[in-house]
């Protein structure tokens, strides 16, 4: 044999070498560059921690006991042990430290990974939790398995010190399940996910024109008649956007006050918080055919459809027994979510509403409201002082700032149909979320095809547009927001492929600085990792 021949026959050898050691090499935790969002600073070590049944944790605070359970819970299904407590600190043992004067901000935390020691410090219960995502993110993707058949004993997680924070406090995410009921076991699944990618705001979006989808002990028809549409019901399909799906069956579906609660308790362990919202007064069909004696007066000759095309779906401002029913639903949505905040809608209230309502007629000649824009200002008025009562802040979509709502300076809104908008309402001091369409509605297409999921009335959302918006820095911006809609989704595997990858393009926009984000090197992480976690959860995503 030639030496040429030689040389070539070994540099083969090797690449084929190369090929089935580098795949294993970077799985048993060599590579650090693979977390999602990216951290704020990340240092690489030298040699590896070997997670395994003799592993032992420490720790000094109750703060870190979501965390500690989150990663028994993993550690359980996809290693077969549980993580033991230790006594004191030793080799081979993770100890999580409670300390608030180095880590000054909230939801931060340094993960600190040695050879022989891992150590986590934060001042919060979010900042242990974070960590420990970081930590998971580190290991074999197979961690984050819902449904593994083996049980992998040892794993390997690369020596590296983090320092980490969140860009913005609100990093949130919305889902419909008013248009397309989505069951308590997929809503746990879609928070979980949320909490993969350190985000920390559910907006549970309960009722539309298609459907009531939370159980008022007050009121029994919201859920009786609210949540069911199709043949034989009160409440018909919306004509525009046209469903996809059989028009031919009854829908159905709401969530106990029970499952409420557990899902609430669900969220909290992963550091999320809820936001329902209760929308009004218009997208409010389902509530006025539950109730159309105590929402719309009944002397009412308007006739008028909104931008859906669904009629006479508005809840009317001139009736006192419209604000005695919102106190009382309000009541009781108080009771269940212990978030700071309600949502109350306030979109897209159709033209024609109210315009020939004797109620509103008296209401504007008693209160001296000129037109239909200030009977919206009186009624946003009125029910923000109802929140007050029950201890909540408003949240609302950007249409409720139009006039001069006397509303409380703490109260946010929304910003949908452009970044510009909320530019907006920041110069005038208000408190504004950025969700806009043209970055953040992951209900849209990717691309525009006819093969693609998702509407087609805004310019399509790839994940490189989420990824290159840039929000913007002010203290009145407290941080942005992915909505869902589900008209289009008629089930879990539209759902799941709307949202991934752009669930990550979020995450990175919500927490990662301006000046640590870049493109490609984003595209790299999630097509070699981010997509891996997916592929182990079962999650159809679009490639």
Wanted: charged share 25%; glycine share 6%.
């Amino acid at each position: 044999m030639s030496i040429i021949r030689t040389e070539r026959f070994t540099a083969m050898a090797f690449i084929v070498m190369l090929s089935i050691l580098v795949p294993s090499l970077l799985a048993s935790g060599n590579d650090i560059d693979v977390i999602i969002p990216k951290p704020q600073k990340l240092i690489k070590g030298h040699g590896t921690f070997h997670l395994n049944r003799e592993t032992r944790y420490l720790s000094d605070s109750s703060l870190a006991g979501n965390a500690i359970h989150y990663l028994q819970e993993h550690l359980k299904r996809n290693a077969g042990y549980v993580l033991q407590q230790g006594r004191s600190p030793a080799p081979n043992s993770i100890r999580f430290r409670y300390d608030p004067k180095k880590i000054r901000k909230s939801e931060a935390y340094i993960l600190n990974i040695g050879k022989e020691r891992i150590t986590i410090e934060a001042r919060d219960k979010a900042g242990f939790f974070y960590a420990v995502i970081s930590l998971m993110q580190l290991m074999d993707p197979a961690i984050w398995s819902e449904k593994t058949h083996r049980k992998q004993q040892s794993w390997a997680i690369p020596s590296c010190i983090i320092e980490d924070y969140p860009r913005y406090r609100w990093r949130g995410m919305m889902l419909d399940v008013s248009r397309n009921f989505f069951s308590k076991a997929y809503v746990k699944k879609f928070i979980d996910r949320m909490a993969q990618q350190k985000l920390n705001r559910f907006h549970w979006h309960l009722t539309d024109d298609e459907g009531w989808r939370i159980e008022i002990k007050r009121y029994p028809l919201l859920t009786k008649i609210g949540s069911k549409r199709g043949p034989g019901t009160k409440l018909p399909f919306s004509v525009y956007p046209a469903m996809r799906g059989p028009k031919n069956k009854v829908q159905t579906g709401y969530y106990t006050q029970n499952d409420i609660r557990e899902v609430v308790a669900y969220a909290k362990a992963r550091s999320i918080e809820i936001l329902p919202e209760i929308d009004m007064p218009g997208h409010a069909k389902a509530a006025v055919t539950a109730y159309p004696e105590l929402l719309q007066d009944s002397k009412d000759k308007s006739r008028y459809r909104s931008v859906q095309k669904v009629s006479n779906n508005t809840i009317n401002p001139g009736m006192e027994s419209s604000y005695t029913f919102l106190n009382n639903v309000l009541s009781e949505v108080a009771g269940l979510f212990p978030f700071g905040y309600i949502h109350l809608g306030g979109d897209e209230v159709p033209k024609g509403a109210w315009s020939r309502s004797p109620a509103v007629k008296e209401l504007m000649q008693k209160k001296g409201l000129k037109n239909r824009r200030e009977v919206q200002n009186y009624f946003f008025t009125r029910m923000d002082r109802i929140l007050a009562r029950h201890h909540r802040k408003m949240i609302a979509w950007q249409e409720v700032l139009l006039g001069k709502p006397k509303l409380r300076q703490s109260d946010i809104f929304m910003a949908w149909k452009s970044p510009k908008a909320g530019f907006k309402a920041i110069k005038k001091h208000r408190n504004v979320i950025m969700a806009p369409v043209q970055y953040l509605y992951f209900d849209q297409q990717y691309v525009r095809s006819q093969k693609e999921p998702g509407h087609a009335w805004s310019p399509p959302v790839s994940t490189y547009k989420t990824y290159s918006f840039n929000p913007g820095h002010s203290p009145y911006l407290k941080g942005v927001h992915a909505c869902l809609w589900s008209e289009t989704m008629l089930n879990e595997k539209i759902a799941d492929y709307l949202a991934s990858p752009r669930t990550f393009a979020l995450s990175e926009v919500a927490w990662t600085g301006q000046k640590h984000r870049y493109w490609k090197e984003f595209e790299k992480r999630v097509s070699k990792w981010g997509v891996e976690r997916l592929k182990v959860q079962g999650i159809h995503y679009r490639p």
